[in-house]
């Protein structure tokens, strides 16, 4: 009778959760209407141990994932010796990606860092001291700090308050979902502390779940907080009898009798003795094997010692059956297991075999004997027969063997059998050999370089495998994982190698741009451009300045980017960089197109381009002309701009450049919205869109919604394009860009104006006019007004509303006719005609003005050769297809002249531009394309505005385009 059950009960079968849908549905609605509703919620799983707390949450969380991927799931552990501060301290150190152990001042700083990305300068001391104490960090004292030592009152609120505001002003970026296990082990104060905190949340899409064990209750009969209705408690009792034999058969698979069913003997003593908990059900499968209840025949079927089934006991708890498997174990054994634990889920013979001769001297004649593996590689085969460990068919280390864990709980019980000065000891030993042993190394193997040489105290040797890490991250738009890896490189670099640091810094900035994170990204630069500074790096300083130069721009503080870009423009220039010259000429070019100041735009972009040509760098040369294609399009020569940008996008195509793909896709498809192709430009959006997507660039992801969502209410399709417009506005906010979040709010406006929603859509337009207002533009801000008037003139001229609807037509128009914008003070003159003339009670002096300014509007719509194309959506709704701050004008603009009197008989640029010209130059002297170190120290933002008003003007055509 044979008795191998290598392949016994569980080997290889994933346990199943069965059941717990309501349970598991609570959770996600739960988190649903957090996020919705940008609220905080509390959700409490209670039951004993081993009934499934952990895997419940595990799994709503991938569930929630679905309908909010963007959702972070922070996770901490209470624990008897630590309370609540062991959770929240895990919780806040995965936020910071700040691992414990490292050196308390890298810490320190690293944490300073990350907390002034969200918070900036202001008492960010305070914000540090507390934060740091929460994660049991022992930094500086602070004057506040001080003044309330012997209050331990007063502290203990003031560091809930901290912690609040914290994960409220993080969640508003992505929301949040926090996840404390084992509350019971933090005791009545922990739990007390812990539902103050959530008490006090509000307006923040936080959702706390809390699992613990139904001892709290009585430790603490106040919990859960009292919110209302933002509360839901889960009860988690064990599985019935049916749940719980489906759980024992799945379990019980593999086990078959000669005619090939699972022994009912089995089963039945698994149900019986397990009680309904899942997690006993599993290890009373495993333990079946181990005291020889069960054993497999030579023709693979199954045979039962029932006297021994009769016999076994029922463990007292999971950890007892955890601790029951391992007490089995023989010393050998669990010193072999607890070597592979610090080593990892996966682990390798060799390495067992370099920590099994730590202290042992080199023999004087070293033969490459294999007596060590010999005898590991026995133990290992009985340790896989016991379902401990299993070994992969291949390995990731050429020529060693590989096994991994089979059960998590197990490794981790063993490797907090291992003294920390022995851990320390193992895990440098395992970085020297890994070095030798992986020659051709993976991201994945510098992952575990890192993380040994950190737990082996090695910092510099850890930084250096951490930021080639993320270096491979990034390239493969794993941006999330890269920024964790670049902060916890230059947090372990320190003041070390300050090359590698300059480096880092920029490449860190560059993917918190792409994601959005506008504040940290310029944190980074900032950091390039100090070290710079103090060595007198020109080029490098020139790099730092042009991007912190683009991130202003990107959130359309444009004379502050001006100041960069030029002053960057200086240092390339006085150091006879080509490359960087042609990059700041590209740059301030752009800023120029998103001013309206076309001809200033194209002539920087061309200079960029014929010095890229030269250089002959395809990227670059797409970039160039990917922006002239931009520049020519809103100027009205969509020929030639449509030829850009399809030279543009052959060359990225070419050389694969996926973020460059985006930007050129997506303004191609505004050239089809522009000719009334709406069909073409969709299928190029969402081509764009997926692309979007697999890079992680959220801006654009959000520009594209915006752009596909306003297409679809032109199409009249207003519900599908405010359910676009809606995760756009997420996005929004996640990204911080208040200029696109502006025109979000204004399309959604006149989406739910189309649905004859006129109250939620007046909401909204007010929302879009004010926070246009805030990034002064101009220009947005007055076409979000005009869109204002026609909502709140549907109430009728004579109304209070129809006087502010009046007034706001006059203004916007007053507006157009300042910055020389003949294409929207066209469309209000249309809007606000069709206002005066429809109007209840209208007078001869209003039809004669409404003649008026329709026979303008159309001088200039014959004049410019404008046509809507597609469907025209009604006088009320006559600027929709210019709405959108990314689209232009349906149709080719050409530039003329007009002497109406209204313009004061000067000549109307259609661009709207405005001469740029030098401090102290008379208005007609333009600044040339370059300019020389002196004359950059001496300009400030005017000299690069194409407006001397406060506001500046960005054309409404940009803010839809890349």
């Known amino acids: 009778m044979a008795t191998d059950n290598r392949n016994g009960a569980v080997a290889g079968t994933r346990v199943p959760l069965v059941g717990r849908v309501n349970e598991r549905d609570a959770i996600v609605r739960a988190i649903r209407a957090s996020i919705e509703r940008s609220e905080a919620r509390l959700v409490t799983v209670t039951g004993t141990a081993g009934v499934g707390k952990t895997r419940l949450v595990t799994e709503a969380l991938n569930d929630a994932r679905e309908f909010w991927p963007s959702a972070r799931a922070l996770r901490g552990a209470c624990r008897t010796d630590a309370g609540l501060q062991s959770a929240v301290a895990k919780i806040l150190r995965t936020r910071f990606s700040i691992a414990e152990g490292s050196d308390a001042s890298a810490q320190a700083s690293e944490l300073r860092a990350r907390v002034i990305e969200l918070f900036g300068e202001r008492r960010v001391g305070e914000m540090v001291h507390f934060l740091g104490a929460a994660m049991g960090l022992e930094l500086p004292s602070t004057a506040l ?14 560091a809930r308050a901290v912690l609040r505001k914290f994960f409220e002003v993080d969640a508003h970026r992505t929301p949040l979902v926090l996840v404390i296990e084992d509350l019971h082990l933090a005791g009545a104060e922990g739990a007390r502390f812990l539902r103050a905190l959530i008490e006090s949340m509000s307006g923040a899409p936080v959702t706390v779940i809390v699992t613990t064990g139904p001892e709290l209750f009585a430790l603490f009969r106040e919990w859960p907080a009292v919110i209302g209705e933002r509360q839901t408690r889960v009860d988690l009792g064990p599985l019935d009898e049916e749940e719980a034999r489906v759980l024992a058969r799945a379990l019980l698979a593999r ?53 021994k089934l009769d016999e076994l006991e029922l463990p007292m708890s999971v950890e007892d059956a955890v601790r029951t498997r391992l007490a089995a174990l023989s010393p050998p054994e669990r010193e072999l297991l607890e070597k592979g634990a610090v080593m990892g889920p996966v682990f390798w013979l060799g390495g067992l075999v370099v920590l099994g001769r730590a202290h042992k001297p080199a023999p004087e004649l070293w033969g490459g004997g294999e007596d060590l593996a010999l005898q590991y590689r026995d133990w290992l085969v009985g340790l896989e027969q016991k379902d401990f460990v299993l070994r ?55 992952d575990l370089l890192a993380e040994h040489y950190e737990l082996g105290d090695r910092p ?5 495998c951490y930021l080639e890490s993320a270096d491979r991250a990034r390239a493969r738009y794993a941006n999330t994982k890269a920024v964790e890896h670049y902060r916890k490189g230059l947090a372990l670099l320190g003041d070390f190698d300050v090359r590698l640091r300059f480096d880092a810094e920029l490449h860190l900035g560059d993917v918190l741009q792409r994601l959005g994170q506008v504040d940290a990204a310029q944190e980074a630069f900032r950091s390039m451009q100090a070290i710079a500074y103090r060595l007198d790096l020109r080029s490098k300083g020139g790099a730092a300045h042009n991007r912190i130069g683009r991130a202003f721009r990107e959130v359309g503080q444009l004379d502050v980017a001006m100041r960069h870009l030029g002053t960057a423009l200086a240092l390339f220039e006085s150091a006879s960089d080509d490359r960087g010259i042609a990059a700041s000429l590209d740059d301030i070019g752009k800023v120029h197109w998103l001013k309206g100041s076309y001809d200033a735009a194209l002539r920087f ?40 940008l399809t030279r543009a996008l052959e060359l990225r195509r070419e050389v694969d450049d ?105 909401v909204y337009l ?21 869109s204002l008037a026609e909502c709140l003139s549907t109430a009728g001229r004579r109304s209070e509303d129809g006087a502010v609807a009046e007034d706001m037509f006059r203004e916007s128009l007053a507006v157009f006719e300042s910055v020389h914008n003949e294409v929207e003070w066209a469309r209000t003159a249309r809007a606000f005609a069709s ?66 009197p209204m313009f004061d008989g000067g000549s109307l640029d259609v661009s709207g531009a405005v001469p740029v010209v030098k401090v102290g130059a008379q208005p007609a002297e333009r600044l040339q394309p370059t300019l020389t170190a002196d004359e950059v120290a001496v300009f400030d933002a005017s000299d690069f505005a194409t407006t001397t008003d406060e506001h500046p003007v960005i054309d409404p055509n940009k803010a839809k385009r890349s």
């Open 145 to 158: 700090a001080e003044a309330f030592d012997e209050d331990p009152t007063t502290r203990e609120t003031i």
């Open 255 to 307: 086990v078959r009798d000669p005619l090939g069913e699972i022994p009912h003997e089995l089963v039945d003593a698994a149900v019986e003795m397990a009680g309904g908990l899942p997690m006993l059900l599993e290890q009373i499968a495993r333990i079946y094997f181990e005291r020889d209840v069960v054993g497999f025949r030579d023709d693979g079927t199954a045979w039962v010692d029932v006297d």
């Open 392 to 446: 992969m068919p291949e390995s990731s280390i050429p020529g060693d063997e590989e096994y991994i864990f089979k059960h998590n709980l197990e490794r981790e019980t063993l490797r907090k059998l291992v003294a920390h000065e022995s851990a320390r000891e193992f895990h440098l030993l395992l970085a020297e050999w890994l070095e030798f042993r992986l020659t051709d190394r993976t991201e994945e193997h510098l």
């Open 460 to 464: 510099l040797r850890a930084a250096r």
């Open 605 to 644: 972009m061309r200079d960029a381009l014929s010095r890229r040509e030269k250089l002959g760098e395809k990227p670059s040369i797409a970039l160039s002309l990917h922006n002239i294609g931009s520049a020519l399009q809103d100027s009205g020569q969509y020929r030639e701009g449509l030829e850009a």
């Open 658 to 762: 996926l973020p460059g793909l985006v930007m050129t896709l997506n303004n191609l498809g505004t050239i089809h919205q522009d000719r009334g192709e709406i069909d073409a430009a969709l299928r190029v959006w969402l081509e764009a869109l997926g692309i979007a997507r697999e890079v992680g660039d959220r801006r654009r992801e959000a520009l594209l919604l915006v752009n596909i969502g306003e297409a679809q209410y032109r199409m009249r399709k207003p519900s599908e394009a405010i359910r676009l417009l809606h995760e756009a506005e997420r996005m929004c906010d996640e990204v911080d860009d208040r200029l696109l979040l502006a025109e979000v709010w204004r399309g959604l406006g006149k989406a739910h104006l189309l649905t004859a929603d006129a109250a939620t859509a007046r």
């Open 766 to 786: 007010e929302k879009s006019v004010v926070q246009f207002e805030q990034v002064r533009s101009k220009v947005n801000a007055a076409i979000a007004r005009r």
């Open 835 to 900: 206002f005066l003339r429809d109007s209840l009670g209208a007078t001869d002096g209003d039809r004669a003005e409404a003649d008026r300014l329709i026979a303008t509007a159309d001088a200039i719509r014959v004049k410019l050769n404008l046509s809507v194309a597609g469907v025209d959506p009604g006088p009320i709704f006559q600027d929709v297809v210019a709405a959108s701050s990314k689209a232009a004008m349906e149709t080719v603009q050409t530039a003329h002249t007009s002497s109406d």
